[in-house]
């Protein structure tokens, strides 16, 4: 990985400082007259800029911004990160910060969150999966990188950040207020389903415990079925998301990773340890799972072995990698995208994401209301408009904080009829156990 690194550096390095050895980049591709033609065009770009543009601007600049639109242009999850953006990441994996909770990612050139993690300030404050962020406090989102908007909306503890949205079905942008605070995130528990003997295992992200908290939970509450909630779980540790796969089968291809260098081509396989092969298992997506989440509700539906409900899930299949540019303290970096993830059947998750075998729609009625469908060409019009009613003086609607009762331990009749999700969840589950028993008085009879 090291040496992919130092040729990704010199990439990098040599790209931004292309106008001044041109000649010298020339010489050892000279063989190429396509890739010399390339240069040459880049070369005459920054050099028109430098000495036309309306303002002075100095060549480390204009490399900046080319770097960073290149990588912007790239895909949703690769970008350019300045010295202090590295920096910023580095405290945000390493280190404590405080924020609003939320994952967010640009889909279809629009800011959006994936989902708020349950328990945190976001979630709280009533945003929701899907929501499309227009402004964060007076800014408009249009053309803001991701992590643009991460740094706006991370900030000191107790400090508000207020973010105006455009939500599905809403006839007008919300304004949602969200006060900062350290996240801290309950990634695992468990509780039991009134009248059952089944467990609900709820999985809000892949921190480092996932795994081992999963398997505990169901050793103690000894459950004949499971449903495992994934739903508004944006991903995290890949290697968390092969351990609860592996928790339930036990052999076979559970990921892949296949990018354009080979060394960096790998397999997961099932380890042959799983202590549960055999518990009937449902599992909850939405379109707030992602990433690792994806991971383990594809893995699993390939293998047959959980029956997946809800709605499709994000789609966010690929592996980013942070390579430094030069190194030392205050260099800058990119975020690349190196490779995507493939499930045992082969397919990607990639911008597809997974389609549940049971689809149900969140509330109520399970029908899905295509009010705010809206085609990814006519999308950053139609968030222009919104933009120019608001900044003309035109009403918003202010959200409420949600009341932030405590859940009890188990989840009782009137849980289940308030999510229909859960409910058709069980209602599988409970077919599940049908056919298991069956299965098991004719092997028996034989």
């Known amino acids: 990985m090291r040496y992919y690194k130092f040729l990704i550096a010199g990439f990098a390095t040599t790209f931004a400082i292309s106008a001044l050895i041109f000649s010298n980049l020339f010489g050892e591709d000279n063989h190429n007259q396509t890739r010399l033609d390339a240069y040459n065009k880049l070369r005459v770009v920054i050099g028109n800029i430098e000495q036309y543009y309306v303002d002075d601007i100095n060549i480390n600049e204009i490399v900046d911004k080319a770097i960073s639109g290149l990588l912007t242009n790239l895909d949703a999850h690769s970008a350019y990160l300045t010295p202090k953006?590295?920096?910023?990441?580095?405290?945000?994996?390493?280190?404590?910060?405080?924020?609003?909770?939320?994952?967010?990612?640009?889909?279809?050139?629009?800011?959006?969150?994936?989902?708020?993690?349950?328990g945190t300030p976001g979630d709280k404050a009533g945003l929701k999966s899907g929501d499309i962020i227009l402004k964060i406090n007076n800014q408009s989102t249009l053309n803001m990188t991701i992590d643009e908007a991460v740094?706006?909306?991370?900030?000191?503890?107790?400090?508000?950040?207020?973010?105006?949205?455009?939500?599905?079905?809403?006839?007008?942008?919300?304004?949602?207020?969200?006060?900062?605070?350290?996240?801290n995130v309950t990634s695992t528990y468990a509780r039991k389903i009134?009248?059952?003997?089944?467990?609900?295992?709820?999985?809000?992200?892949?921190?480092?415990?996932?795994?081992?908290?999963?398997?505990d939970l169901i050793r103690k509450n000894n459950p004949s079925g499971i449903i495992l909630d994934l739903r508004n779980n944006p991903g995290g540790s890949l290697d968390q998301a092969v351990g609860l796969v592996n928790t339930f089968i036990k052999d076979g291809l559970i990921v892949s990773q296949k990018g354009k260098i080979k060394s960096n081509n790998e397999e997961f396989k099932a380890d042959g340890k799983a202590p549960f092969p055999n518990i009937p298992l449902v599992v909850l997506v939405n379109g707030g799972s992602a990433s690792a989440s994806e991971i383990v509700a594809g893995s699993l539906q390939d293998h047959k072995r959980a029956v997946i409900v809800g709605e499709n899930t994000f789609g966010k299949g690929s592996v980013q990698v942070v390579l430094e540019v030069e190194g030392g303290e205050n260099t800058d970096a990119l975020r690349l995208t190196t490779a995507r993830y493939y499930l045992p059947s082969g397919r990607t998750i990639q911008a597809v994401g997974i389609t549940p075998d049971i689809v149900v729609y969140p509330g109520a009625v399970p029908k899905n209301s295509?009010?705010?469908?809206?085609?990814?060409?006519?999308?950053?019009?139609?968030?222009?408009?919104?933009?120019?009613?608001?900044?003309?003086?035109?009403?918003?609607v202010k959200v409420e904080q949600k009341d932030d009762t405590n859940k009890n331990e188990t989840i009782t009749t009137k849980d289940i009829y308030n999510d229909i999700q859960l409910k058709s969840a069980i209602d599988a589950l409970k077919i599940l156990m049908v056919i298991n028993n069956t299965s098991k008085i004719n092997l028996a009879n034989k």
């Open 85 to 118: 953006d590295y920096s910023d990441l580095k405290v945000q994996i390493n280190g404590e910060f405080s924020g609003i909770g939320i994952q967010i990612a640009l889909k279809d050139g629009a800011l959006t969150i994936i989902s708020p993690i349950e």
């Open 370 to 396: 295509n009010d705010f469908e809206i085609k990814e060409s006519e999308l950053k019009k139609h968030l222009q408009n919104e933009l120019d009613k608001i900044n003309q003086g035109e009403g918003v």
């Open 194 to 215: 009134e009248n059952t003997n089944y467990l609900y295992l709820r999985v809000n992200s892949f921190d480092k415990n996932v795994t081992k908290k999963t398997q």
């Open 151 to 183: 740094n706006l909306m991370r900030g000191k503890k107790n400090t508000k950040v207020k973010l105006t949205i455009i939500r599905k079905g809403e006839p007008k942008p919300l304004v949602i207020e969200v006060k900062r605070d350290t996240i």
